[in-house]
């Protein structure tokens, strides 16, 4: 029997955040909420509002003195330059704005709903969760708390023993893989652009021995990650036998995302998840990057249908489209959007070679690892 999916969401992620210029300044969670309101597919009983992580609960991985800075920052609208070289708060690449603290713990405590529901029973999925670049004392790559660490601490406080975290985005999972590195109950993978920010998660990366990582060539494609979930990624998780997976969703490993060179189509995006929240019996799927705001709407409201059980249309209803032809991105010239965006959500299969790089990461990944924990 297909487990109920939930979507966590809140309004709070319908008020601006960034700050223009930034790339997460476009509306990302808003449109898919706005979206799958349109197609009727946000039934009451599936939607659950996130609540937002007290100080006392963010204290359980962050340092307190970094919590208290962030606080006192986005209260005054200004971080002193001690502040910003100790935390990373005010910079370019994690800017302070109106709301920040309220956005990043209602980040942590949609994560933790999205992980108490799935030790229920359900399939979670909570597309403002995902930032995986969180360090315990200092905001990293847009991320100022480190959502999927406390996700999967609630799994282990239910007393999981074996748990596998999933990172699909195009950037690797750093902050996630050195937070669980010395934890024998968490196993993590990555699947992320070579060469990329933040140049981290080489492919002889064991983290503490219990991590995989797939660093892919640019022009990543459907048929090569296929080849990298049959050949590595699901053999490695029958082999765990996890009791949970944490799934991280970017959708900047699409084709025509800005800030990376992937080619993925957002159906082989739909299709590793649905692969992988089989693989366990507790399974939640976490959003992250993606910085074109109309594959980010079309790739998680695709998969928000997949878990939920329904079919999307193969041409979107008159108000679908409007919310999608209200979108505009200055990441993304004119000349490049594709009017296919405004009225389907799934893309185009983007097949091709597997190249000798993505089959030797493959055979790579296929030696056994230690599996900690009791069994």
Same mark, same amino acid.
């Given at each position: 029997?297909?487990?109920?999916?939930?979507?966590?969401?809140?309004?709070?992620? !319908?008020?601006?955040?960034?700050?223009?210029?930034?790339?997460?300044?476009?509306?990302?969670?808003?449109?898919?909420?706005?979206?799958?309101?349109?197609?009727?597919?946000? =039934?009451?009983? #599936?939607?659950?509002?996130?609540?937002?992580?007290?100080?006392? =609960?963010?204290?359980?991985?962050?340092?307190a003195?970094?919590?208290?800075?962030l606080?006192? *920052?986005?209260?005054?609208?200004?971080?002193?330059?001690?502040?910003?070289?100790r935390?990373?708060?005010?910079?370019?690449?994690?800017?302070?704005?109106?709301?920040v603290?309220?956005?990043?713990?209602?980040a942590?405590?949609?994560?933790v709903?999205?992980?108490?529901l799935?030790?229920?029973?359900?399939?979670?999925?909570?597309?403002?969760g995902?930032?995986?670049?969180g /360090?315990?004392?200092?905001?990293?790559?847009?991320c100022?708390?480190?959502?999927?660490?406390? *996700?999967? !601490?609630?799994?282990?406080?239910a007393?999981?023993? /074996?748990?596998l975290?999933?990172?699909?985005?195009?950037?690797h999972?750093?902050?996630?893989?050195?937070?669980?590195?010395?934890?024998?109950?968490?196993?993590?993978?990555?699947?992320?652009?070579r060469?990329?920010?933040?140049?981290?998660?080489? *492919?002889?990366?064991?983290?503490?021995? /219990?991590?995989r990582?797939?660093?892919?060539?640019?022009?990543?494609?459907?048929?090569?990650? !296929?080849?990298?979930?049959?050949?590595?990624?699901?053999?490695?998780?029958?082999?765990? #036998?996890?009791?949970?997976?944490?799934?991280?969703?970017?959708?900047?490993?699409?084709?025509?995302?800005?800030?990376s060179r992937?080619?993925?189509?957002?159906?082989?995006?739909?299709?590793?998840? #649905?692969?992988l929240?089989?693989?366990?019996?507790?399974?939640?799927?976490?959003?992250?990057?993606?910085?074109?705001?109309?594959?980010?709407?079309?790739?998680?409201?695709g998969?928000?249908? !997949?878990?939920?059980?329904?079919?999307?249309?193969?041409i979107?209803?008159?108000?679908a489209?409007?919310?999608?032809?209200?979108?505009?991105?200055?990441?993304?010239?004119?000349?490049?959007?594709?009017?296919?965006?405004?009225?389907?959500?799934?893309?185009?299969?983007?097949?091709?070679?597997?190249?000798?790089?993505?089959?030797?990461?493959?055979?790579?990944?296929?030696?056994?690892?230690?599996?900690?924990?009791? /069994?």
């Open positions: 029997m297909q487990r109920k999916a939930i979507f966590v969401g809140s309004d709070l992620w !319908r008020e601006p955040g960034f700050g223009g210029g930034h790339p997460l300044s476009i509306p990302r969670v808003a449109s898919v909420m706005n979206l799958c309101a349109a197609l009727g597919w946000l =039934e009451p009983e #599936e939607f659950r509002d996130s609540p937002r992580a007290t100080d006392a =609960e963010l204290a359980g991985f962050h340092d003195g970094y919590i208290a800075a606080r006192a *920052a986005d209260a005054a609208g200004v971080a002193s330059i001690p502040v910003r070289e935390y990373g708060i005010g910079t370019s690449e994690n800017p302070l704005f109106p709301g603290f309220a956005r990043a713990a209602a942590v405590g949609g994560s709903l999205a992980a108490d799935a030790l229920r029973g359900h399939v979670s999925f909570h597309p403002a995902g930032t995986h670049h /360090r315990v004392d200092r905001a990293h790559g847009f100022y708390f480190n959502d999927p660490v406390f *996700a999967l !601490r609630r799994l282990a406080q007393g999981l023993t /074996r748990m975290y999933v990172d699909l985005d195009a950037h999972g750093d902050g996630v893989q050195d937070a669980v590195r010395d934890d024998p109950r968490i196993h993590t993978i990555s699947i992320h652009e060469n990329r920010w933040p140049f981290t998660g080489a *492919a002889d990366d064991r983290g503490g021995g /219990r991590s990582n797939y660093p892919v060539p640019a022009g990543f494609n459907d048929t090569e990650l !296929r080849h990298l979930m049959q050949r590595a990624v699901l053999p490695f998780a029958a082999e765990l #036998e996890p009791q949970a997976v944490v799934i991280v969703c970017g959708t900047d490993a699409l084709a025509a995302d800005p800030l992937l080619a993925l189509s957002n159906a082989a995006l739909w299709g590793a998840v #649905e692969d929240v089989g693989s366990a019996p507790v399974a939640m799927v976490l959003g992250g990057g993606g910085y074109n705001p109309w594959t980010v709407a079309r790739c998680w409201t998969l928000w249908a !997949r878990l939920s059980g329904r079919e999307p249309p193969a979107l209803p008159a108000a489209r409007r919310v999608l032809e209200a979108l505009s991105c200055d990441l993304i010239d004119d000349c490049l959007i594709d009017p296919a965006w405004w009225t389907t959500l799934a893309d185009p299969p983007r097949e091709g070679p597997v190249r000798p790089e993505v089959m030797d990461l493959a055979a790579g990944g296929e030696a056994p690892i230690g599996l900690g924990g009791p /069994r």
